[in-house]
Nanobody
């Protein structure tokens, strides 16, 4: 397992943008598949996006395609989730997750071994 340091999140109006950050503490970024899952009140945790460690392939859940972008910055050893055109239904606690496995699909993030503490994203007018 690896400790994940998360930042970002907050309150934004519909149509606004936020950026989440996640860094594996003390470990090189390229070892891990890293991404985010989210959990809204009363709902199950669902995958949002991830980037794999083999070839940098990115995955997105259908509801965020075209609005969210995941990327890696090796100099900062950090993964980012840029979230644009946010909608009220994006409101949730967002959790960063990482694993040494090479995922075949976005659903695999739900069984990743390492998880961050979570950050609240609220989209409301």
């Amino acid at each position: 397992q690896v400790q994940l340091v998360e930042s970002g999140g907050g309150l934004v109006q519909p149509g606004g943008s936020l950026r989440l950050s996640c860094a594996p503490s003390g470990s090189p970024l390229d070892l891990y598949a890293i991404g985010w899952a989210r959990q809204a009140p009363g709902k199950e945790r669902e995958p949002v996006s991830l980037i794999n460690n083999a070839d940098g392939r990115t995955y997105y859940v259908d509801s965020v395609k075209g609005r969210f972008t995941i990327s890696r910055d090796y100099r900062k050893n950090t993964v980012y989730l840029q979230m644009n055109d946010l909608k009220p239904e994006d409101t949730a606690v967002y959790y960063c997750a990482a694993d040494l496995r090479v995922p075949d699909g976005i659903e695999e993030i739900l069984i990743f071994k390492s998880w961050g503490q979570g950050t609240q994203v609220t989209v409301s007018s």
